[in-house]
């Protein structure tokens, strides 16, 4: 299982951690979209947005903790931008801080059908882990789980 030193770089303010991510808010669910560079965190941030789904932040998002959640909020020099390969820096519709409900790690792939239940461990608080699907409706999925969850998780 993946641990907070596997995706996240310390920003030295005690409570509060900067990772190398991308991060949208679906119905106020946090997606979390962690991975290594050019593994395409922001296109499949761009996919969300396109089905819907607002930006909070791309390239890094600032974590910090609130009770018992983890809220994602997006440093200030980069509000409102994402990268699109080939494109170049985009205006988006900035979204405030959310709440995460899940972490996508595109670095490892779903190999199972079913998945069981994964979690993954930032700033002392477990969130759900969701591997890469290589399938077209991926995002769409994402965004499904977003609103409805899924049946093993009730």
């Given at each position: 299982m993946a641990t907070a030193s596997d995706t996240a770089e310390t920003s030295g303010r005690g409570s509060e951690t900067i990772v190398h991510a991308s991060c949208v808010a679906i119905d106020g669910c946090g997606l979390l979209i962690v991975g290594a560079s050019g593994s395409g965190k922001s296109g499949l941030a761009l996919d969300?947005?396109?089905?819907?789904?607002?930006l909070v932040s791309d390239d890094r998002v600032i974590l910090?903790?609130?009770?018992?959640?983890?809220?994602?909020?997006?440093?200030?020099?980069?509000?409102?931008?994402?990268?699109?390969?080939?494109?170049?820096?985009?205006?988006a519709r900035p979204h405030g801080p959310v709440t995460l409900g899940c972490v996508i790690d595109l670095d490892r792939t779903e190999t199972k059908r079913l998945p069981t239940h994964r979690q993954i461990v930032l700033l002392r608080a477990s969130v759900t882990l969701l591997l890469r699907v290589d399938s077209r409706h991926f995002a769409s999925a994402l965004m499904q789980y977003c609103k409805k969850g899924r049946s093993s998780d009730r």
């Amino acid at each position: 299982m993946a641990t907070a030193s596997d995706t996240a770089e310390t920003s030295g303010r005690g409570s509060e951690t900067i990772v190398h991510a991308s991060c949208v808010a679906i119905d106020g669910c946090g997606l979390l979209i962690v991975g290594a560079s050019g593994s395409g965190k922001s296109g499949l941030a761009l996919d969300l947005m396109a089905l819907g789904a607002t930006l909070v932040s791309d390239d890094r998002v600032i974590l910090s903790r609130a009770g018992n959640d983890l809220v994602a909020s997006p440093p200030p020099a980069i509000v409102g931008l994402i990268e699109a390969r080939g494109i170049g820096l985009l205006n988006a519709r900035p979204h405030g801080p959310v709440t995460l409900g899940c972490v996508i790690d595109l670095d490892r792939t779903e190999t199972k059908r079913l998945p069981t239940h994964r979690q993954i461990v930032l700033l002392r608080a477990s969130v759900t882990l969701l591997l890469r699907v290589d399938s077209r409706h991926f995002a769409s999925a994402l965004m499904q789980y977003c609103k409805k969850g899924r049946s093993s998780d009730r």
